[in-house]
């Protein structure tokens, strides 16, 4: 089955400092994969969007880039954090063979930039 | 672009009791529309989903959510609320586009359900 990792679960980070989150997918391959982020009281926008390696997409101007090394794994990062960049940040993969599978989101990382 | 509404954000209902969260949808063509559930501090659950077909369709947990093009809305719905089902419910829609335009969805600002005992 497939399974998706996110971490930190949490990280509380000044502002000016670097940031990078974490995410692998596990037993599926080429998948397509998503970040999102939940401001507190509010719906989840999209930020990014790979699909495949080395391929991002921005969805909205901000202080974030994302990147795809590896098939499995992507990254969310920033090189100088903003107050505005707290939020709940929240990976998902979809089956890119498959136009009527689900999105499948990991648990999560809170970010609280002080 | 494709929008969604959720215009209850929060909703107490005692336990026991009937509950209909509402979702109103934008797009121009039928989308593919979900129903997420958000426990707190926890990623997104898959409640159920809808793609074509029967527009009455049967999630996890007993939930259910009826389609109604003339509407524009997809409501979810259960018979009977158990203090679990206490949580953020989300509803989202996404073209029905193969590719890169799937998993793009579009979400609702969300409805906080509580339940009282």
């Known amino acids: 089955s497939q399974t998706i990792h996110q971490w930190p679960a949490t990280l509380v980070q000044p502002v000016g400092s670097p940031l990078s989150l974490e995410c692998t997918v596990e037993g599926t391959s080429n998948p397509n994969l998503y970040w999102y982020r939940q401001a507190a009281g509010r719906g989840l926008q999209l930020l990014f969007y790979?699909?495949?390696?080395?391929?991002i997409s921005s969805e909205v101007p901000q202080n974030l880039s994302a990147s795809r090394p590896q098939d499995r794994q992507f990254i969310l990062s920033s090189k100088k954090l903003l107050l505005s960049d707290s939020g709940f940040y929240l990976c998902?993969?979809?089956?890119?063979?498959?136009?009527?599978?689900?999105?499948?989101f990991g648990n999560g990382t809170r970010l609280t930039v002080t | 672009a494709q929008s969604v509404t959720q215009p209850d954000i929060h909703i107490t209902v005692s336990e026991g009791a009937s509950l209909e969260l509402r979702c109103n949808y934008s797009?121009?063509?039928?989308?593919?529309l979900f129903w997420y559930v958000q426990s707190p501090g926890q990623g997104l659950q898959l409640l159920l989903k809808?793609?074509?077909?029967?527009?009455l369709v049967q999630g996890i947990k007993g939930f259910e959510a009826e389609f109604k093009r003339s509407q524009s809305s997809f409501n979810l719905r259960k018979p009977s609320v158990h203090w679990s089902d206490a949580a953020e419910y989300f509803c989202a829609v996404g073209a029905p586009a193969g590719g890169t335009s799937y998993g793009k969805l579009t979400f609702g600002q969300g409805t906080i359900l509580t339940v009282h005992p």
């Open positions: 797009y121009g063509a039928t989308p593919y």
């Open positions: 790979s699909v495949g390696i080395g391929q």
């Open positions: 998902a993969w979809v089956r890119s063979s498959s136009y009527n599978s689900p999105l499948h």
């Open positions: 809808y793609f074509s077909g029967d527009t």
